[in-house]
């Protein structure tokens, strides 16, 4: 299916519909007719339905911000059980805004122009198509998706996925649910594990706003991070090592947070397994593990 635009458009193939559960068609519309297309009249929703069969989308123009969110996600609230779907590829010969593949679960994304940051939970892999860039979900690929070659600097370290590029992303190891691990040597946007179910994500820098919402097994171990910090957390183990700006386990159902700073929930210290786990995932002495506070539903 081809789509030509005369100008960029947001949310396109975008299985949430810019999150249509918050808005109830306020920002979105699934039935509209997707703006400044020449030559078709398809909607929001129709291409979402030809991802879902299998179909490519042939994007002729630069796309817009949010582009393949969730692609692939059989999303619970329109009727799904939220798992993974083998759908089609998005192909944009042109540019494409930030936040691209925020959440993404599988599929691909080929891009000819320039992407931009924040991306979404994608990395690049070698590409199968001549000009094109190709990227595939991270969730996917420790999933044992299919065995793309990722490009460097970024490598697959045994069970390990090392990230160096230097690029911002949004969602990392969004609803991640194998054992694997992936180390970020540098900065990470927001949401990251959001979702997860177990694996463990490290950032070896610092993350944004998010971090660990909605986690739900696994670990993430931050540096510094924004606001709102495990978040709706239901469980897995949550590690600050620096500092938050606030609002730390806002609305927490489960789960543990590791932090030295004050969180929304009560306290209280971590006993010898925690002190255990927190020197051996983080490298420290025993006395700097027990500056942690240990937070969690009581």
Not at 195 to 223: A, C, F, Q, Y
Not at 233 to 246: A, C, E, Q
Not at 253 to 268: L, P, S
Request: positive net charge; charged residues 25%; glycine residues 14%.
């Amino acid at each position: 299916m081809e789509l030509i635009l005369s100008r960029s458009v947001d949310c396109l193939c975008d299985f949430t519909y810019d999150f249509y559960w918050q808005h109830k068609g306020k920002r979105l519309d699934p039935s509209g007719v997707i703006p400044d297309q020449q030559g078709s009249s398809l909607t929001y929703s129709d291409i979402v339905s030809l991802l879902k069969k299998g179909e490519d989308v042939y994007i002729k123009g630069n796309a817009g911000r949010r582009l393949g969110s969730s692609l692939g996600v059989d999303l619970k609230f329109f009727g799904g059980n939220g798992r993974s779907l083998k759908v089609g590829s998005i192909i944009v010969e042109g540019d494409v805004d930030s936040r691209m593949g925020i959440s993404m679960l599988s599929g691909a994304i080929f891009v000819k122009g320039s992407v931009k940051q924040p991306l979404g939970n994608v990395i690049e892999v070698e590409s199968d198509r001549k000009g094109f860039r190709k990227y595939r979900s991270i969730t996917d690929i420790l999933q044992g998706g299919r065995n793309d070659k990722i490009i460097l600097p970024n490598i697959m370290k045994g069970d390990t996925l090392l990230i160096n590029d230097g690029l911002i992303r949004d969602t990392v190891a969004a609803r991640l649910d194998s054992e694997k691990k992936i180390v970020i040597e540098g900065n990470a946007g927001m949401s990251t594990g959001i979702l997860m179910k177990r694996g463990s994500v490290h950032v070896e820098g610092d993350s944004g706003k998010n971090t660990g919402v909605l986690l739900n097994g696994g670990s993430v171990i931050v540096n510094d991070t924004e606001e709102f910090a495990g978040a709706y957390m239901r469980d897995g183990i949550l590690i600050i090592y620096g500092k938050s700006k606030g609002f730390v386990g806002a609305n927490m159902k489960g789960g543990r947070i590791f932090y030295k700073g004050e969180a929304m929930i009560k306290h209280t210290q971590p006993d010898g397994k925690d002190i255990r786990m927190l020197i051996r995932l983080l490298g420290i002495s025993g006395i700097h593990a027990m500056m942690f506070k240990k937070y969690y539903i009581q």
